[in-house]
C-alpha cells in the first residue's frame, strides 16, 4: 500500500511537470489576450475640416477604433486604416496598415493635406469627400478577421506653397539668371516664410520658385508691400524697385502674400566659425575653429590657416548640427567660385572640398555673400620701413626682418625702436607695392592683428609713443602681430 501511493504520487508530479514545460514552451503572439466577442467599430474626432498651411503642424484628424475580436484565440490582431473617396466603395483607397494593438491613427494638418493630394486629383480650395474603415487581421489565421463601420468625412485641402524661393533681377546680386538666382533661406517652422539680407544695387528685381524657370513667380502686388502670384506671361509682371544701392533684409510671407524690404545696418552675425575634416578642429560642431572678423569690416570674417585634404562650412553657432550655415550654392565647387548662400538648418549639406592640403586664406563677406579661397604661397623676405625703424623711411633699403627657424610663416625683428610709425613691405624699391599693415590706422603696442593690403592703399600704420628696444613678431599666413618692448 505504501509503495502503491508513492507511484501515485510520482506520477502525478510527473504530470504535472510535463503540463508545466508544455505551457511554458508555448511562445505567445505579440499582443496575445482574448479579446472577447466586441465587433471592431471605427470613430473620428472631426467630420469636416478646412486644411490651412499656416496650420501645418497642428493635429487634423484622429481615428480610433476598438479592438475587435479574436474569438478568443488569444491570437494578436493588426490592423489597415483604409481611406477612399465617398462613393468610391474603397476601389482606390489609400492604405495605411498599423501592425499590432495600435488603435488609433493621428494625422498632423501638413501630413493629411500631402497625403491627400498624392493620392488623388483633389482641387485645392474644393471641400473633398471621404470615407474610411479599418480592417483587422487575426495573426495566423486562428480566427476570422474583421471589417469596421464605414464613416464618412469632408476635407477641403490647401495648396502648398513653394518650399524654395529665389531673387531675380538686375537689383539683385547674380541679376536676371533664372539659373543662378540669389537663393533666400526659409524660416524654420514657419512655412511661406523666407529672409535673405545683402546687397541690392538700383535696379529691379522680383522672385521665382524654381532653378530655371521664370514662372511661376511672385510680382509686385498693389503696394510695395504686396505680391502677386504669377503663373502666365500674361499675367501682369509687375517688379519691385530699388532706387539706392545699400544692404537690405527682405523678408517674404508667401501665405499672406506680403514682402518687406528694410535696410540693414548691422551685420547679421558678430561671430562665424569654420568646421570640417579640413580644418584642425574637424567635426567638432561643439569647438570648432572661429574665424576672425574683420575689424575694418565688420561684415567679413577671415580664417587663414594650414588645411588638411578635406571638407568644411560655416556653422553660425556652435553645439547644434542644426544650426545655419554659410554653404557653397553646389557641392564641392571649384575653389575659384564666389558665390555663397546662407542655408537654415543645413540642408542641403553643401560644402567647400580642399583637394590640396596646405596653407589657405578665406575670407568671407557676409554682406554680399561672397568667398575667395585661396592658397597662400608665404613670402620669403619682409621688411619694415618707418621713422620708427633704424632706417627710417628708406624704401630702397629698408630694415630687413629675420625668418623664424622651422616656421615659413613668422619673421621677427629685435632692436632698437624710435617714436613714430612703421609697416612692412613686401618688396623693396617701390612705394606702390603689397604691405602688410595694421587692420586700424595707428595701432600701437597692443595691436595683434595684421591685413594684407594689395598696393598699400589704405596707408595704415602702427605707432609706437615710446622709444626703447622692441622685439616684433609676425605670421603672415595668420596675420597676426606680437609688439613687446623689452
Known amino acids: 500500500m505504501k509503495n502503491s501511493k508513492r507511484s501515485w504520487l510520482y506520477t502525478s508530479l510527473l504530470l504535472l511537470s510535463a503540463i508545466i514545460v508544455i505551457t511554458s514552451c ?3 503572439n505579440d499582443g496575445e489576450f482574448n479579446k472577447g466577442d466586441t465587433p471592431l467599430a471605427l470613430s473620428v474626432d472631426k467630420t469636416s475640416l478646412a486644411l490651412k498651411q499656416s496650420n501645418d503642424a497642428s493635429d487634423a484628424l ?3 477604433w476598438t479592438s475587435g475580436t479574436n474569438k478568443g484565440t488569444n491570437a494578436a490582431i493588426s490592423y489597415k486604416l483604409q481611406i477612399d473617396k465617398l462613393g468610391s466603395n474603397f476601389g482606390n483607397p489609400m492604405n495605411i496598415s498599423l501592425g499590432n494593438a495600435v488603435l488609433s491613427q493621428k494625422y498632423t494638418v501638413k501630413a493629411l493635406n500631402d497625403s491627400l493630394l498624392s493620392h488623388w486629383n483633389l482641387t485645392p ?3 473633398a469627400a471621404f470615407e474610411a474603415r479599418v480592417v483587422s487581421t487575426v495573426a495566423d489565421n486562428l480566427a476570422p478577421g474583421e471589417t469596421s463601420n464605414t464613416i464618412s468625412f469632408k476635407v477641403t485641402p490647401y495648396q502648398p506653397v513653394t518650399s524654395t524661393l529665389y531673387l531675380i533681377g538686375d537689383a539683385t546680386p547674380n541679376g536676371w539668371s533664372a539659373g543662378s538666382p540669389t537663393v533666400m533661406t526659409p524660416v524654420v517652422g514657419q512655412p511661406g516664410k523666407f529672409v535673405w539680407t545683402g546687397n541690392l544695387k538700383p535696379g529691379d528685381f522680383k522672385f521665382i520658385t524654381t532653378l530655371n524657370q521664370f514662372l511661376p513667380s511672385y510680382n ?3 503696394s510695395n508691400t504686396s505680391l502677386f502670384y504669377r503663373t502666365s506671361n500674361s499675367d501682369p509682371d509687375d517688379k519691385f524697385t530699388v532706387s539706392a544701392a545699400g544692404t537690405f533684409t527682405v523678408s517674404v510671407d508667401l501665405l499672406n502674400l506680403t514682402v518687406s524690404v528694410t535696410v540693414s545696418v548691422t551685420p547679421p552675425y558678430t561671430k562665424l566659425w569654420i568646421v570640417g575634416d579640413a580644418t584642425p578642429n574637424g567635426w567638432n560642431i ?6 576672425r572678423v574683420d575689424s575694418s569690416n565688420l561684415w567679413v570674417f577671415t580664417y587663414n590657416e594650414v588645411l588638411n585634404a578635406g571638407e568644411f562650412k560655416f556653422p553660425v553657432a556652435t553645439g547644434n548640427w542644426g544650426a545655419d550655415y554659410y554653404m557653397p550654392m553646389t557641392n564641392h565647387p571649384a575653389l575659384t567660385e564666389t558665390s555663397v548662400q546662407l542655408v537654415s538648418g543645413g540642408s542641403p549639406d553643401n560644402k567647400w572640398q580642399i583637394t590640396n592640403p596646405g596653407p589657405y586664406k578665406i575670407s568671407l563677406n557676409t554682406q554680399n555673400n561672397t568667398i575667395s579661397i585661396k592658397p597662400f604661397t608665404p613670402y620669403t623676405q619682409i621688411w619694415m620701413v618707418g621713422d620708427a625703424t633704424p632706417v627710417g623711411w628708406n624704401i630702397d633699403n629698408p630694415q630687413p626682418m629675420t625668418p623664424v627657424a622651422g616656421d615659413p610663416y613668422k619673421f621677427v625683428y629685435n632692436g632698437p625702436m624710435n617714436v613714430g610709425e612703421f609697416k612692412f613691405p613686401l ?4 612705394w606702390g607695392c603689397d604691405y602688410f599693415m595694421p587692420v586700424i590706422n595707428q595701432s600701437g603696442v597692443g595691436s595683434t592683428q595684421m591685413k ?12 609706437l609713443t615710446e622709444a626703447g628696444n622692441y622685439k616684433i613678431t609676425i605670421d603672415q599666413l595668420r596675420e597676426t602681430i606680437s609688439i613687446v618692448k623689452q
Not at 427 to 430: D, H, K, L, V
Not at 452 to 463: E, L, S, V
Open 220 to 222: 509686385k502686388g498693389t
Open 26 to 28: 508555448k511562445k505567445p
Open 125 to 127: 480650395g474644393t471641400q
Open 62 to 64: 484622429t481615428f480610433s
Open 427 to 430: 618688396a623693396t624699391g617701390n
Open 452 to 463: 594684407f593690403i594689395g598696393g598699400g592703399n589704405p596707408d595704415n600704420k602702427w605707432k
Open 286 to 291: 561643439n569647438s570648432p575653429n572661429q574665424m
